[in-house]
């Protein structure tokens, strides 16, 4: 069956975007919106700082009018909704299709556990992107998510919303524990089905998740994704982080973080710094791209960035380092054309 794919107006409007910001000589600004309508969710993954962090406004439902008039704040052309688990939002599918309709590219991060009784009230859009948890194949996901049955859930949401159409992604958080082989398994086995592809980043070592342990330092994230990226390995298998990242991950390339073009809004308001730390919760989005901010976060900065290595802070500064590099520019395009997207939903 032909399946839906990531759309090439993606990268061009992305590029647009970027471009004529520079022309402006804006230095600092979102590429994508990180939008977290409720922190609650049906699952309570080990690795999940969300969840605690959030617990006393579990219950907090942002409004839609709320939601939009966030994302337009923002402005970036890309929005990321998550949370919690945003299929739990009475009023999501009024959100994402608003969003749909004024042609940002979404995406939608979900355990799948109730994906298909959404996609009843979403149609399939080139705008529209479903991102499903999956840390493994059956008994380690079942592990992470620790619950037993969700894999069967998640792939079966999978497959249903391929089949009707819709643009399907897996994302997938690398931790200390992590089987290299059972992640093949998993890679080759969602491409096989025919998602767009699989996102990756290790995990964030959140003070609130209960095991401290299983977060990677930053050398070990580099000894795990030389293994798990291995070209030896991985054939047949689609990553959807784009090449530059993934060179990142193995230690092959060094950036310093570019957090601010990933502004996360909560039901508490923007979190500030970044999506990993909300030292504060503030309710202007410029704030998050003031210089005197970034003189304080990131790598060599603040003890609680030496380790971060997340698409949130990293995948961003690919690209905004190519914009003067023409080779790396080059290959963001190419890995565009192919299908990758230069950017990663978290
Ligand atoms: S599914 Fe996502 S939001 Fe829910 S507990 Fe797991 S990591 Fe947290
Ligand atoms: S490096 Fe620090 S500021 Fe940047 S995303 Fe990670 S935790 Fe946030």
């Known amino acids: 069956m032909k399946r839906a794919k990531r759309p090439l107006e993606l990268s061009f409007r992305l590029a647009w975007y970027i471009l004529n910001k520079k022309l402006r000589g804006q230095k600092r600004f979102p590429l994508v919106t990180m939008l977290e309508p409720l922190e609650m969710c049906n699952l309570a993954c080990i690795g999940c700082g969300r969840i605690r962090e959030y617990k006393p406004v579990l219950d907090k439902m942002m409004t839609v009018e709320v939601a939009l008039n966030a994302v337009k704040e923002s402005g970036a052309p890309i929005v990321s909704i998550a949370g919690g688990e945003p299929t739990i939002h009475p009023r999501i599918d009024e959100i994402i299709n608003s969003l749909i309709k004024q042609k940002y590219f979404v995406y939608c991060c979900t355990n799948g556990l109730l994906l298909e009784r959404l996609l009843k009230k979403i149609k399939p859009s080139k705008y529209l992107c479903w991102v499903v948890h999956v840390d493994g194949m059956e008994e380690k996901h079942d592990e992470s998510v620790d619950r037993k049955g969700v894999f069967t859930k998640a792939i079966n949401a999978i497959t249903v919303a391929l089949d009707q159409g819709y643009r399907v992604c897996t994302n997938s958080t690398v931790f200390r524990g992590s089987d290299v082989e059972d992640l093949w398994e998993m890679f080759r086995y969602v491409s096989d089905i025919g998602v767009e592809g699989s996102m990756i980043s290790p995990g964030y070592e959140f003070e609130a998740a209960p095991d401290q342990e299983m977060f990677l330092t930053r050398g070990e994230s580099h000894s795990l994704f030389q ?20 060179n990142f991950l193995q230690g092959k390339r060094d950036y310093q973080c570019t957090a601010w073009s990933n502004p996360t809004y909560t ?6 710094p970044c999506y990993p730390l909300a030292d504060e919760h503030v309710q202007q989005v410029d704030e998050l791209y003031d210089d005197k901010l970034w003189e304080k976060y990131g790598v060599g900065k603040d003890p609680r960035c030496a380790n971060c ?8 500064a690919t690209i905004f380092q190519a914009v003067s590099s023409p080779k790396d520019w080059a290959t963001l395009i190419k890995s565009g054309a192919a299908g990758k997207s230069g950017i990663t939903a978290a």
Do not use: I, Q
């Open 267 to 272: 039901t508490m308001g923007w979190r500030k």
């Open 309 to 316: 290595m997340m698409h949130c802070g990293f995948e961003s």
């Open 227 to 246: 293994k798990l990226l291995d070209p030896a390995k991985t054939e047949g298998m689609k990553f959807y982080n784009n090449p530059l990242y993934l």
